[in-house]
T-cell receptor, first 114, second 111 residues
Framework: NAGVTQTPKFQVLKTGQSMTLQCAQDMNHEYMSWYRQDPGMGLRLIHYSVGAGITDQGEVPNGYNVSRSTTEDFPLRLLSAAPSQTSVYFC?????????????FGPGTRLTVT | GEDVEQSLFLSVREGDSSVINCTYTDSSSTYLYWYKQEPGAGLQLLTYIFSNMDMKQDQRLTVLLNKKDKHLSLRIADTQTGDSAIYFCAEWADSSYKLIFGSGTRLLVRP
């Protein structure tokens, strides 16, 4: 199993550009989520999905779109990048189990918006 | 709403015990987690505790949960320099179906 994979690892965008951060998991997990990590603020939930075709907003959804057409993939779209979206983005997945919803994290995407 | 708070920084000497504290507000939390993040890396799950437990021990790690005060702690025995990292506590509530993180505690282990 590859676990949770994210691409790209690094990205630099200009203000106003759009891009999609990719996330995939091969563990057949129902639950997937996106977080952003900023210094001193921990991880904040952007969007999450409890299964294919179902998505919902987290704490900081503005400026981001998601879709979940398959169980495996959960891309995050920035429609018009802003400097405030400079951050490290983590994707995670889980299914209910002995440890509750033990989240498996991807390695992260470091995004800089100039 | 949900909120999780942690102190920002802890410094200990190698070989001492470290205690990292966390408070949470959501009384419907069912699982509480501790994650470790090393520089430039993702998050690694260290341990978890179910809300009907008071204590869980896993090798050098001891988790204590005080449900009345909504207080969670992580004790690392015989702290090593390799334990230097940021530690996050997180709560999962079945009512909201979300994992909410604290801001992280940076642990520095001095030789």
């Amino acid at each position: 199993n590859a676990g949770v994979t994210q691409t790209p690892k690094f990205q630099v965008l200009k203000t106003g550009q759009s891009m999609t951060l990719q996330c995939a998991q091969d563990m057949n997990h129902e639950y997937m989520s996106w977080y952003r990590q900023d210094p001193g603020m921990g991880l904040r939930l952007i969007h999450y999905s409890v299964g294919a075709g179902i998505t919902d907003q987290g704490e900081v959804p503005n400026g981001y779109n998601v879709s979940r057409s398959t169980t495996e993939d959960f891309p995050l779209r920035l429609l018009s990048a802003a400097p405030s979206q400079t951050s490290v983005y983590f994707c995670a997945s889980s299914s209910p189990g002995e440890g509750g919803h033990e989240q498996y994290f991807g390695p992260g995407t470091r995004l800089t918006v100039t | 709403g949900e909120d999780v708070e942690q102190s920002l920084f802890l410094s200990v000497r190698e070989g001492d015990s470290s205690v990292i504290n966390c408070t949470y507000t959501d009384s419907s939390s069912t699982y509480l987690y501790w994650y470790k993040q090393e520089p430039g890396a993702g998050l690694q799950l260290l341990t978890y505790i179910f809300s009907n437990m008071d204590m869980k021990q896993d090798q050098r790690l001891t988790v204590l949960l005080n449900k009345k005060d909504k207080h969670l702690s992580l004790r690392i025995a015989d702290t090593q320099t390799g334990d230097s990292a940021i530690y996050f506590c997180a709560e999962w509530a079945d009512s909201s179906y979300k994992l909410i993180f604290g801001s992280g505690t940076r642990l520095l282990v001095r030789p």
